[in-house]
């Protein structure tokens, strides 16, 4: 059953290879930002982290072999994770008043660090790197329907 | 197998692209550190911090530093030991930086002290009886007065001095400079404005040679 999914669609495989690459470039991307530039980060950027950091270690036993339920599995984490950043972009974007924040002393959610072109900040990176893991996930799962 | 080798090869492809740019990062940063201190040495020395060596020295090492913090007190004759190898080629500048509960005070004595020009003997005494006062990384600056007794201090002066606001803006100065300067722990050193790449005496070891080699 396995072997066989992974003969026929082969598209599907590289499709999760992908989201396991975009998924290992942002973690290393997040700890660069907190390990190596000393950026504290905060509690939404922790749950981000909490979806993000297990596809890493858990896309690749999806891969070897090809395995489509395991992407069934890890869909709900890439989702809320979707959410999660949403929700800080549009807090640091300043879409969302200031009392909505639910964050503690420390660092405060509205900070930003970086600020590329002038509007591509660490959120907005971290809920384009959701969706489009989410995206290429569910198109996976969809395609390697028996 | 193919594939598995995909996974493979871009993993470590990621991951030393990671380690690569940490590196690069950290000596850019280092780098541009050490030219900021050259144009601008405020915020690493103040008119107020003690310093130890030749005044000329061209290798200036920056401690910031709790009398409280037990690591503090393993790496003084570390450091000490440092610069009698490259002698009146480095000067040490003490910044007063109370992490522990307490030694706000204690340090408030030793800056006291520094107004008697005995800084340096005063903070070898408190470092040498470190474990008679603190308990538990809590400091009681009313034991450190049965351990300074031999420094040759004016205890009278030195009390009076200890309730001086300009003393309490010395150590105020020096924790705002600490936050400045990104420092969370002690013992933290700069060498001629550089931060150690990663925290250790070796990392200091190879730092201060590489900036005498560079400075001498």
Known sequence: MNSSDRAQDPFSWTLVFLCWLLATISTLGSLFFSEVMGYAPCILCWYQRICMYPLVLILPVALLPFDRNIVRAVIPLTVVGTLVAGFHTLLVGGYIPEDMKPCTQGVPCTEFHINWFGFVTIPLLSALAFLLITALLILAYRRSSP | ??????????????????????????SQKADAAGQAYQRDKTSY?????PGYGHPAA????????????????QFYPMVKELMAKYPNKIRLYARYTPLHQGSD?????????????????????????????VSQHRARPELVWNHIGNVGLDLARLKADMELPEIANMIQQDLADARTLNVKATPEFFVNGKPLPTWGYEQLKTLVEDETRAAY
């Open chain 2, 58 to 73: 061209k290798v200036d090492i920056v401690e910031f530093f709790d009398p409280a913090c037990e690591t503090c007190k």
């Open chain 2, 1 to 26: 197998m193919k594939q598995k080798n995909l996974i493979l090869i871009s993993a470590i492809f990621l991951v030393l692209a990671f380690i690569v740019g940490a590196f690069v990062y950290r």
């Open chain 2, 45 to 49: 020395v103040r008119p107020h911090s």
């Open chain 2, 105 to 133: 005070t204690v340090l408030k004595m030793l800056a006291a002290a520094d107004k008697q020009g005995k800084f340096w003997e005063t903070l070898e005494a408190v470092f040498a009886a470190q474990s008679y006062w």
